[in-house]
């Protein structure tokens, strides 16, 4: 009988719900399509979609921890690419993607971090740039392809 209580002790205490919504997210076993949707800037009533953003930009996501970054602009296409991981910070609740860049380090939108774009997950379908934190533009992605 105490092995079958330290069994279950084991079994339940290896359980736990996911607490940001990332179970369907399925890393490991899918590309993801992550498409910008938002732009905001610092001011007031300052939120743009669709055609009328500055730019249309997605990221794929690859089961192997890479990315592929592409924004096109006035017709004109720029692609990045490099590695990713899901990283929590101590004391704070919320989960980030971190990027690190290994090409088209132009298009890393970030608070002066060198080669890394740091994304906030909203929920299992969104995500946040935190570029605007030092007064980069507010940019929403939407899961769109898993």
């Not at 339940?12 to 369907?24: A, M, R, T, V």
């Not at 899918?30 to 990221?59: C, F, R, V």
């Not at 490099?82 to 890393?108: I, M, R």
């Not at 002066?112 to 997950?121: A, K, M, Q």
Request: proline letters at 1%; aromatic letters at 12%.
């Amino acid at each position: 009988m105490r092995k079958l209580a330290a069994f279950a002790l084991v079994l339940f205490s290896c359980s736990n719900e996911d607490d940001f919504g990332l179970e369907s997210t399925q890393f490991v076993f899918s590309e993801q399509k992550w498409e910008l949707i938002q732009m905001t800037g610092n001011y007031k009533g300052s939120k743009t979609t669709g055609d009328d953003m500055a730019w249309q930009e997605y990221y794929v996501l690859n089961p192997a921890g890479t990315f592929e970054k592409s924004r096109t602009r006035e017709e004109v296409v720029t692609v990045a690419n490099g590695s990713f991981e899901v990283v929590e910070f101590e004391n704070d609740t919320e989960h980030y993607l971190l990027l690190t860049f290994e090409s088209g380090e132009e298009l890393v939108g970030n608070c002066g971090d060198g080669v890394n774009e740091l994304l906030v997950y909203k929920s299992a379908t969104k995500i946040s740039s935190t570029w605007q934190a030092c007064d980069g533009p507010g940019l929403d992605y939407v899961l769109s392809k898993n």
